[in-house]
């Protein structure tokens, strides 16, 4: 491919980073990798991610944190990258509810300086990760980005939307192109300690029973990580543009008629029951699981789908991967990475 500079990956140690930053090396891409590689899970496996991206003569990597302001823009005048895949952040629903600060910190005030950067550099596509808790309260499924967001559950759902607007006063102001992902439910190889998939995989091979919220009775668009980041990668590909048919009076939520931005979903386009996703697990497994069935926890949602009629426009999205296929290739890393 032609070269065209580097493009900055944050959180590129974490989970759809790392993939996402492998992509694009597999494909000549010289990657600015930025991770902190906080202790929110495990720091031994972002090391273990991390460790595979040095190995490739593309990446360049930098431990820093995103809410470095000097930092941030010492690595902006050093690198001006011109793209820009922002997918640092502090993750999770449920720890939003014990540590907010950390969120304000990491997902608001570290986006502000993934924003300012991209203005001194004068960027030419910037894409970030948002996410389907954006939806919160929202009953009506599947979930659209014509869909309003005014009701987010969490103070993780509440940054996440926080970015989204920030993004697009950039966009307006500064000509940014500028694409928010919502990502749904993502899992895989190499996948984070604190979801579902992970958790179940672990206790079941040490013979403890899973946590089952909701009573077995919830249901989520679960994404296979490989088809998150096509999505990732097609939209860096194609920058968003302000929108000639967008009117003012009736405003569509997910794009705009001032500015070069826009929303996607990024999810499978269906859901699936819970209890149908343990059942995979149990046979990739070939074990059965012992389940305690818990009510819904503070915060989440009873059922996710993602409507990715606009992101199939958009970027020809097609998701491809099935929970049967992708259960069984996360546990075969995850039994060859605990050698298990």
């Known amino acids: 491919m032609t070269a065209r500079g580097p493009v900055l990956v944050t959180g590129s140690a974490g989970f759809i980073g790392f993939h996402t930053a492998r992509r694009l090396l597999a494909r000549g891409e010289t990657v600015i990798g930025l991770d902190n590689l906080n202790d929110y899970y495990d720091p031994a496996l972002k090391q273990a991610r991390l460790d595979r991206l040095l190995t490739e003569p593309g990446y360049v990597h930098h431990t820093l944190d995103l809410a470095d302001r000097n930092g941030m823009a010492a690595l902006f005048a050093r690198h001006s990258p011109r793209r820009i895949v922002h997918l640092g952040a502090q993750a999770g629903v449920r720890y939003s509810l014990e540590n907010p600060e950390s969120y304000i910190d990491s997902n608001v005030v570290g986006f502000l300086t993934v924003l300012e950067g991209a203005r001194a550099v004068k960027a030419e596509n910037l894409v970030f990760a948002s996410t389907s808790s954006a939806f919160g309260a929202n009953g009506t499924l599947p979930f659209s980005v014509k869909q309003g ?40 190889p190499w996948g984070r300690p604190d979801m579902a998939l992970f958790k179940f995989t672990k206790a079941i091979l040490e013979g403890r029973p899973i946590d089952v919220y909701g009573h077995g009775e919830m249901e989520r668009d679960f994404t296979y990580v490989d088809d998150i980041v096509d999505g990732v990668v097609a939209a860096l590909d194609s920058p968003a543009a302000v929108d000639p048919d967008w009117n003012a009076q009736a405003p ?89």
């Open 149 to 188: 967001v005014a009701h987010p559950m969490t103070v993780y759902a509440a940054t996440k939307i926080a970015n989204e607007a920030m993004a697009h006063s950039y966009a307006h102001l500064f000509g940014i192109p500028s694409t928010g992902l919502r990502f749904f439910t993502v899992y895989g």
């Open 252 to 340: 569509n939520p997910s794009t705009s008629g001032v500015a070069p931005w826009r929303i996607l979903n990024l999810g499978a386009g269906r859901r699936e029951p819970l209890m149908r996703y343990i059942s995979v697990l149990e046979d990739a497994l070939g074990r059965k699981a012992g389940l305690n069935m818990m009510p819904v926890q503070d915060g989440d949602v009873t059922r996710t789908e993602a409507d990715v009629s606009e992101t199939r426009a958009a970027l020809g999205y097609e998701p491809q991967t099935p929970i049967d296929v992708g259960v069984k290739r996360f546990v075969g890393w995850y039994r060859d990475f605990y050698e298990v």
